[in-house]
């Protein structure tokens, strides 16, 4: 089993859509649960970052981590064709003496105009 | 947070020759990191470059193949030897997060090995 699975895609969204990007984890050790954004031909970027379970918004954007369950997701609401990426979940904590920050495989999201 | 120049963006080589990727950071750092991301595949650490000591690899990853220098803090360069179409990835360089828990990336060097 890997670590972390994510959706591959590509997800197509019309404008104005609210999109769900989710991840599941298979190591109860993660603490801190990231999302990036990378665009074509660039590396990828921070989106935003969660501590153990709950919810964080920014502006369209909402990450939610249920530990419980180890899934975790993020919300864009209203989204825009500039949204058009690839989604990448990741994960750190430490686990056996060991710091572990992993990645999904991403998401790749459309959003048509 | 830091930004990193790294070049070439892109190329294409021979199989057997080997490329060397450059990474230029504009504030010092301690630790700077190599990543290989393939189509489908998630981001993999290849090693971890600290300077004035020997990079940190990867299980999978040695040194003959992907020989990493760290000359100051602000630059690093990994180079992929010999190489061959299984090679044929992206490769990004990253600096260590400031308190955010992201990593901040290199543009990137997509390679293709013919």
């Known amino acids: 089993q890997k670590e972390v699975e994510q959706d591959p895609g590509p997800l197509s969204v019309p404008e104005g859509a609210i999109v769900s990007l989710n991840c599941t984890y298979s190591?109860?050790?993660?603490?801190?649960f990231m999302w990036y954004r990378q665009y074509s031909r660039k590396g990828p970027e921070l989106l935003m970052y969660?501590?153990?379970?709950g919810n964080k918004e920014d502006g369209r954007f909402t990450a939610q981590v249920d530990k419980s369950s180890k899934y975790i997701s993020l919300f864009i609401r209203d989204s825009q064709p500039s949204d058009s990426a690839t989604y990448l979940c990741?994960?750190?904590?430490?686990?056996?003496?060991?710091?572990?920050?992993?990645f999904g495989t991403g998401t790749r999201l459309k959003v048509l105009a | 947070s830091a930004v990193i120049s790294q070049k070439p963006s892109r190329d294409i080589c021979q199989r057997g020759t080997s490329l060397t990727i450059q990474c230029q950071v504009d504030?010092?750092?301690?630790?700077m990191f190599w990543y290989r991301q393939q189509p489908g595949q998630s981001l993999t650490l290849i090693a971890t470059?600290?300077?004035?000591?020997?990079?940190?690899?990867e299980s999978g990853f040695v040194i003959d193949k992907f020989p990493i220098s760290r000359p100051n803090l602000t630059f690093s360069t990994l180079t992929v030897s010999n190489m061959s179409p299984e090679d044929s990835s992206i490769y990004l360089c990253?600096?260590?997060?400031?308190?955010?828990?992201?990593?901040?990336f290199g543009s990137g060097t997509r390679l293709t090995v013919v």
């Open positions: 990253s600096v260590e997060p400031k308190g955010d828990y992201g990593y901040t």
């Open positions: 190591n109860s050790a993660f603490q801190y």
């Open positions: 969660t501590y153990s379970s």
């Open positions: 990741a994960m750190s904590g430490w686990t056996s003496g060991t710091y572990k920050y992993i």
């Open positions: 504030s010092q750092v301690t630790m």
């Open positions: 470059a600290n300077q004035g000591s020997e990079a940190t690899y």
